[in-house]
């Protein structure tokens, strides 16, 4: 909501209905779900067919969002990325959902002072490219990226995000999480400044991940790691609903590191709370 000020001193208000990806919408009318649906000659009941196409249209979606983060993973593996990235490799996509639908798009002189750090990165160098606004940062070891593209989907990967120990390389679960968190809540930060609206599907890969152990934190020697056997790991998305500050985007995020804790062998970060509120001091 917007007010806007009048040549008579007055004002009027200005209200935005964003549009839903999750269709349909039911309203409850004297105890029973009506559905309804708009035209040119305005709002009627919805018909069973306009119902089918309705939830057509939410499962597409998702099913579009997730076929580009696999196949962005894909080229990933494939090392045709902006900058060299060691095995292994995180890839992690947000991905407002009105990026789906057609003839939207993002000015890419808008993001020039938009703050996008790569994950596992602080400084970083950055400029246009075909395909909207590029972030990069590292050289030889770790190394990492964002690509803003023009219908505002956020990639950021980094590779050799593992340390070597004397029992092979490892990830610590709980840097992880402060590096997914951070880096969140600075891309979600830039795209409200420049009001590009929500929800948006947050999606993580593990990318060239075999024998690569996930451990919860910093642990003693004698501590039993499980070593991924496969080289990907997919993270089912998490959903943004709307814009908040940062402990909502890390409250959102506990299902993602919930995953990745399981891949250490516990039943769940340790990082949270049993009511989902953060815990660990960072």
Not at 22 to 48: D, K, T
Not at 67 to 95: D, M, N
Not at 190 to 199: D, F, K, S, V, W
């Given at each position: ?182 880096k969140l809540c600075d ?79 516990w039943p769940g970060s ?13």
């Amino acid at each position: 909501m917007r007010p806007i000020p009048l040549a008579n001193g007055r004002r009027a208000l200005v209200v935005r209905m964003p549009k839903s990806w999750n269709p349909p919408h039911a309203v409850l009318f004297r105890g029973s779900r009506r559905y309804f649906a708009r035209n040119s000659s305005g709002a009627h009941e919805a018909s069973v067919e306009e119902l089918r196409a309705m939830f057509t249209v939410g499962a597409a979606v998702f099913d579009r969002i997730q076929e580009f983060h696999r196949r962005r993973q894909i080229v990933v593996y494939s090392g045709k990325t902006p900058v060299a990235l060691k095995e292994p490799q995180f890839v992690l996509h947000v991905i407002p959902l009105v990026a789906c639908g057609a003839g939207f798009s993002v000015d890419p002189r808008c993001l020039s002072a938009q703050v996008f750090p790569p994950i596992w990165q602080h400084d970083y160098k950055s400029g246009y490219n075909f395909d909207g606004y590029l972030t990069t940062a590292g050289g030889e070891g770790r190394a990492g990226y964002v690509q803003v593209y023009r219908n505002g989907i956020i990639e950021t990967a980094a590779g050799g995000i593992a340390n070597a120990t004397e029992r092979g390389l490892t990830i610590v679960a709980e840097d992880a999480e402060d590096q997914i968190t951070t880096k969140l809540c600075d891309y979600l930060n830039a795209l409200r400044n420049i009001e590009l609206p929500p929800p948006f599907a947050v999606l993580l890969a593990g990318v060239r991940m075999t024998n690569v152990a996930i451990v919860p934190h910093r642990v003693p020697y004698n501590t039993t790691l499980l070593h991924q056997t496969e080289p990907d790991m997919f993270f089912q998305p998490v959903m943004i609903d709307d814009y908040a500050d940062f402990e909502n985007y890390r409250r959102a995020l506990k299902p993602l590191f919930d995953a990745l804790w399981n891949a250490a062998g516990w039943p769940g970060s340790a990082s949270y709370n049993p009511d989902g509120s953060w815990r660990r001091r960072s």
